[in-house]
């Protein structure tokens, strides 16, 4: 298996435009979950799906953010409109149970709104 | 919230030097995973411990859960260039939610 895939690897835009970050779970996992990763507040859960259903999006920071899981291989994160504080490396990682095994993570999506 | 803390933040040691980094919770955890994430990398699973008091070990890394599961360490001996990077730790609740330490930053001075 290659691993977690996450596209695109970096993305720069523009504020009030719409951001969509993919990714594609390791074949098999039963988890997927999405984090943000900055300086200031480190690595922050933003939402997991068990077998494509969100289980808990408490961290997804607001209306703004949303995320989908269409199938077992694949899932979406968007941004609309983007802001520059927005900007963050953002990571995508799958389990097989959750936190219960090994989470493996993509390889991130570093974004910048500008 | 529950808070996951970690400290230090940063820690710059000689080559050769032993380092430790210290995870606490605010309540108790089901387990602890500890992930290590190399500059400009994405992080990567070490370990995971599950029972009260346990030790692990990795070649130079000791992993340790605290008897009342509320804190962990990770200590390595006699470091190398290699180590470099930031260390996490994850702790599961009991409602299953999986929160990380916001990580020590490890720097190699040779």
């Known amino acids: 298996d290659a691993g977690v895939i996450q596209s695109p690897r970096h993305e720069v835009t523009e504020m009030g435009q719409e951001v969509t970050l993919r990714c594609k779970p390791i074949?098999?996992?039963?988890?997927l979950f999405w984090y943000r990763q900055t300086m200031m507040r480190g690595l922050e859960l933003l939402i997991y799906f068990n077998n494509n259903v969100p289980i808990d999006d408490s961290g997804m920071p607001e209306d703004r953010f949303s995320a989908k899981m269409p199938n077992a291989s694949f899932s979406t994160l968007k941004i609309q409109p983007s802001e520059p504080r927005d900007s963050a490396v953002y990571f995508c990682?799958?389990?097989f149970g959750a936190g219960t095994t090994e989470a493996f993570f993509g390889q991130g999506t570093r974004l910048t709104v500008v | 919230g529950q808070q996951v803390m970690q400290i230090p933040q940063y820690q710059h040691v000689q080559e050769g030097e032993d380092f430790t980094t210290y995870c606490n919770s605010s309540t108790t955890l089901s387990n602890i995973q500890w992930y290590k994430q190399r500059p400009g990398g994405h992080p990567v699973f070490l370990i995971q411990?599950?029972?009260?008091?346990e030790v692990k070990k990795q070649k130079r890394l000791t992993f340790q859960f605290g008897e009342a599961k509320k804190n962990s360490s990770l200590h390595i001996t006699a470091t190398q260039t290699t180590d470099v990077g930031t260390y996490f730790c994850a702790g599961r609740n009991r409602d299953d939610k999986i929160i990380f330490g916001k990580g020590t930053r490890l720097h190699i001075l040779p």
């Open positions: 411990l599950v029972k009260s008091g």
């Open positions: 074949s098999g996992h039963d988890y």
């Open positions: 990682a799958s389990s």
